[in-house]
């Protein structure tokens, strides 16, 4: 059974940090590109950071560069989302989705609420 599965979600405040997981199971998870997206409310759903297979190349979006930082730990089939200097407009249920070719799989989201 094909699983992403988000957390480490949470309440912070301005200027925190969170570290999302994201683990994988029931495909190989080493041969995805893996990406995490989020969507605020009201909102579309935008690409936040990516991670491609075997080089591990990243991409980020322009409003979290520098500050938030994507890995993956193959050994463990996880994809993980550090996250810095978080901000009010981060707030969004964060969403991690693995690529291969045409095939996408996505998590269930996990909330992320930055407030004082």
């Known amino acids: 059974q094909v699983q992403l599965v988000e957390s480490g979600g949470g309440l912070v405040q301005p200027g925190g940090s969170l570290r999302l997981s994201c683990a994988a199971s029931?495909?190989?998870?080493?041969?995805?590109?893996m990406n995490w997206y989020r969507q605020a409310p009201g909102k579309q759903r935008e690409l936040v950071a990516g991670?491609?297979?075997?080089?591990?190349?990243?991409n980020y979006a322009d409003s979290v560069k520098g500050r938030f930082t994507i890995s993956r730990d193959d050994a463990k089939n996880t994809v993980y989302l550090q996250m810095n200097s978080l901000r009010a407009e981060d707030t969004a249920v964060y969403y991690c989705?693995?690529?291969?070719?045409?095939?996408?799989?996505w998590g269930r989201g996990t909330q992320v609420t930055v407030s004082s």
């Open positions: 029931g495909f190989t998870f080493s041969r995805y590109h």
């Open positions: 989705k693995a690529t291969l070719g045409s095939i996408e799989k």
């Open positions: 991670v491609t297979s075997i080089v591990a190349f990243t």
